[in-house]
């Protein structure tokens, strides 16, 4: 937890100088003092503090110090940047595993259909959703996935063989959620390193 304390305070650590250079300040990223930055400008000193806000509770006398003692060094100013950990993000669309099954079981994407022998579509699974755009018109879906086939045995026999391939779609759906186009990329390099 501490390294990525550390991590997030020092990105917005260089991220703060940077937005203070192009503002005209003169910068001085951990100077020798015991301030983040030290920006100054037609001759006013700012300190700035960043801190983390998981590490605020541990820190609030250190920075109630740290503001005391800038003020009275003649800075003409403190400030406190609070950072906070960017949010993950996980976007779901409800049976949108079947439905992408459904709608590539009747438009095989060519990879598949180039496949020798025969074979049965199990399902789509494992989506991951990368981009979802919402217009009035339509939602256009874009993410990948898992595309599982049996490969049934040929004339001389074999074994039969579940397969689990990986899919990256681009799909657009009306707003019942429907599919009403896919553009489908399945990766079948594994059946032929295989042998299968």
């Not at 993000?89 to 060519?110: D, F």
Request: negative net charge; glycine residues 8%; hydrophobic residues 40%.
């Amino acid at each position: 937890m501490r390294m990525t304390t550390e991590y997030l305070e020092q990105a917005k650590i260089d991220e703060t100088a940077e937005q203070l250079r192009d503002q005209g300040y003169e910068v001085a990223s951990r100077p020798d003092s015991e301030y983040d930055i030290v920006a100054t400008r037609n001759g006013a000193t700012m300190a700035i503090e960043i801190k983390a806000r998981s590490a605020l509770a541990e820190s609030v006398e250190e920075i109630a110090r740290m503001r005391a003692d800038a003020l009275a060094r003649g800075y003409d100013e403190f400030r406190l940047i609070v950072v906070n950990p960017p949010r993950s993000k996980r976007v779901e669309i409800n049976g949108l595993e079947r439905k992408l099954a459904l709608y590539l079981a009747g438009h095989l994407p060519a990879e598949i259909r180039k496949i020798s022998g025969s074979y049965q579509l199990l399902g789509v699974n494992d989506v991951d959703i990368d981009r979802l755009i919402v217009t009035k018109e339509n939602i256009e879906v874009t993410g990948d996935g898992r595309f599982d086939i049996e490969l049934e045995p040929g004339d001389d026999g074999g074994l039969t063989a579940r397969v689990g391939l990986p899919l990256t779609f681009e799909a657009l759906l009306d707003h019942q959620l429907n599919v009403i186009s896919a553009k489908p990329q399945v990766d079948v390099s594994s059946l032929y390193d295989a042998g299968l």
